[in-house]
């Protein structure tokens, strides 16, 4: 056996060992997104009728108004529409 060929087999088993280390790292890469993927990890809880909130002192509670994204019905701007053709 040659020296080239000796070269070539060692060649073609480095490139089966990387073979299956990538398919091995790409499985294990889904099943840790899979694993850790937020949207998949409870279930939806379906809302009751009675409300159970948290009751904090007023030093850490903000009032509802500081998390608003609506403008205040006082303050209402005219809704612009716009179509793309």
């Given at each position: 056996?040659?020296?080239i060929?000796?070269?070539?087999?060692?060649?073609?088993?480095?490139k089966?060992?990387l073979?299956?280390l990538a398919a091995?790292?790409?499985?294990?890469?889904?099943?840790?997104?899979?694993a850790?993927?937020?949207?998949?990890?409870a279930a939806?809880?379906?809302?009751?009728?009675?409300s159970?909130?948290?009751?904090?002192s007023d030093?850490?509670?903000?009032?509802?108004?500081?998390?608003?994204?609506?403008?205040?019905?006082?303050s209402?701007?005219?809704?612009?529409?716009?179509?793309?053709?």
């Amino acid at each position: 056996m040659s020296r080239i060929e000796s070269a070539k087999r060692r060649a073609g088993g480095v490139k089966r060992a990387l073979t299956v280390l990538a398919a091995a790292g790409l499985i294990v890469t889904g099943l840790l997104a899979r694993a850790t993927n937020p949207g998949h990890a409870a279930a939806a809880t379906p809302a009751t009728g009675s409300s159970s909130s948290v009751q904090s002192s007023d030093s850490e509670s903000q009032s509802s108004d500081d998390f608003s994204i609506a403008p205040a019905p006082s303050s209402s701007q005219p809704q612009v529409q716009t179509h793309v053709s």
